[in-house]
């Protein structure tokens, strides 16, 4: 039995068009990017689009299927892993919403609506390290971000890193997980740089 895909927010915001495609494929940099599964990378992630995001990417090609108020694309990105479109009601409002479920397990998608709106529901605005560090990552320019390769310690190789300016040593790369609260601060955004923090449940 496998276990299902953590599901998980990462950017903070509304993405526009050209943010919402360079999250289609974040992971397009990772070092043996035919060897490993996009399952374990890509399904489970969601964002926030625009409704004309959401109109366009309907519009782009007949859908896989549709279910109410969401639908699959037909172009599977790897596997069983392919794009679901939602539009919810969340607090009065309807949003639009992008997340990659894998559709081997019946389940995924319905998991990933509950996961959207009680995420978003939240009465206060606020994020987990871990959104903190995806969100970091999914609005860095490729030429700033990578995968630790051959050059790094074996245990670090595949994990992802980014530029960060060392202050005397300059700009260096480092494991993204390895920053310090500090430092995540310092990558952060102004509007997002104060937000509470979320205990993970």
């Given at each position: 039995m496998t276990t299902a895909p953590a599901i998980r927010k990462v950017f903070q915001g509304v993405a526009d068009r050209?943010?919402?495609?360079?999250?289609?494929?974040?992971?397009?940099?990772?070092?043996?990017?035919?060897?490993?599964?996009?399952?374990?990378?890509?399904?489970?992630?969601?964002?926030?689009i625009g409704e004309a995001e959401h109109d366009y990417m309907f519009a782009v090609e007949a859908p896989l299927w549709i279910r109410g108020s969401m639908f699959a694309l037909r172009q599977f990105l790897d596997g069983s892993v392919t794009s679901v479109f939602f539009a919810l009601r969340i607090?009065?409002?309807?949003?639009?919403?992008?997340?990659?479920?894998?559709?081997?397990?019946?389940?995924?998608?319905?998991?990933?609506?509950?996961?959207?709106?009680?995420?978003?529901?939240?009465?206060?605005?606020?994020?987990?390290?871990e959104?903190?560090?995806?969100?970091?990552?999914?609005?860095?320019?490729?030429?700033?971000?990578?995968y630790a390769d051959g050059r790094w310690p074996y245990a670090s190789r595949g994990q992802r890193t980014v530029l960060f300016f060392g202050g005397k040593l300059g700009s260096v790369q480092r494991l993204l997980d390895s920053l310090t609260d500090e430092e995540v601060v310092a990558k952060l955004p102004v509007h997002l740089r104060y937000l509470p923090d979320v205990v993970a449940a």
């Open positions: 050209h943010q919402m495609y360079r999250m289609f494929d974040r992971h397009a940099g990772r070092t043996k990017r035919n060897a490993d599964d996009a399952r374990t990378l890509y399904a489970g992630e969601w964002f926030e607090d009065d409002a309807i949003r639009y919403f992008h997340g990659y479920c894998d559709l081997s397990d019946d389940a995924s998608v319905e998991r990933m609506r509950l996961a959207i709106i009680e995420r978003e529901m939240r009465p206060v605005r606020a994020m987990t390290r959104e903190r560090l995806d969100h970091i990552w999914s609005s860095t320019a490729e030429l700033y971000r990578g």
